[in-house]
T-cell receptor, first 113, second 110 residues
Framework: DSGVTQTPKHLITATGQRVTLRCSPR?????VYWYQQSLDQGLQFLIQ???????AKGNILERFSAQQFPDLHSELNLSSLELGDSALYFC????????????FGPGTRLLVL | GENVEQHPSTLSVQEGDSAVIKCTYSDSASNYFPWYKQELGKRPQLIID?????GEKKDQRIAVTLNKTAKHFSLHITETQPEDSAVYFCASNTGNQFYFGTGTSLTVIP
């Protein structure tokens, strides 16, 4: 157990819908990262937050947005869902968001039908 | 931006043999290189990492080497065991972002 929690574990929804994925970082970690992992694919970096502020942006679609709240938990919002958005979504946390160990959560498996 | 390439994409070895996975990166500013092991349906877990001021690091059966001049780093697993079977990802960190390789599926044959 890495200490990073994600909810829900599984999510099944329809095209066009909107979902929210939630992540709580390890105690003491200020930075949260979001990744998308499609079937048989590597980890695609989406976005990083540090202490409530967006710090880095990767290949995140305009239909996706995220935020980090004052209690440091983060939410990833996916809207106008398409079949191709079906994937495992991981969040990871680290202490300061720099070149240091990231701890991954268990992931949320999203299936868009 | 950074580009990380990982080879091979699949690797099968006999139990007890060694396995080597190689990654190259493009950004000379990259300064931290972790390796993750991911079992099917599970989270990636850090197995070893190396910083740019170090050439080699070892932890029991696992070692990582870094060649900054050539911009490549490698994972070495010795005396492989069936429980080493998983997907391994390399990554590099630059500008607060992590860039991952596409993964190597390692199968250790008993």
């Amino acid at each position: 157990d890495s200490g990073v929690t994600q909810t829900p574990k599984h999510l099944i929804t329809a095209t066009g819908q909107r979902v929210t994925l939630r992540c709580s970082p390890r105690s003491g970690d200020l930075s949260v990262y979001w990744y998308q992992q499609s079937l048989d694919q590597g980890l695609q970096f989406l976005i990083q937050y540090y202490n409530g502020e967006e710090r880095a942006k990767g290949n995140i679609l305009e239909r996706f947005s995220a935020q980090q709240f004052p209690d440091l938990h983060s939410e990833l919002n996916l809207s106008s869902l398409e079949l191709g958005d079906s994937a495992l979504y991981f969040c990871a946390s680290s202490v300061a968001g720099g070149p240091e160990t990231q701890y991954f959560g268990p992931g949320t498996r999203l299936l868009v039908l | 931006g950074e580009n990380v390439e990982q080879h091979p994409s699949t690797l099968s070895v006999q139990e007890g043999d060694s396995a080597v996975i190689k990654c190259t990166y493009s950004d000379s500013a990259s300064n931290y290189f972790p390796w993750y092991k991911q079992e099917l349906g599970k989270r990636p877990q850090l197995i070893i990492d190396i910083r740019s001021n170090v050439g080699e690091k070892k932890d029991q059966r696992i070692a990582v080497t870094l060649n900054k001049t050539a911009k490549h780093f490698s994972l070495h697993i010795t005396e492989t065991q069936p429980e080493d079977s998983a997907v391994y990802f390399c990554a590099s960190n630059t500008g607060n972002q992590f860039y991952f390789g596409t993964g190597t599926s390692l199968t250790v044959i008993p």
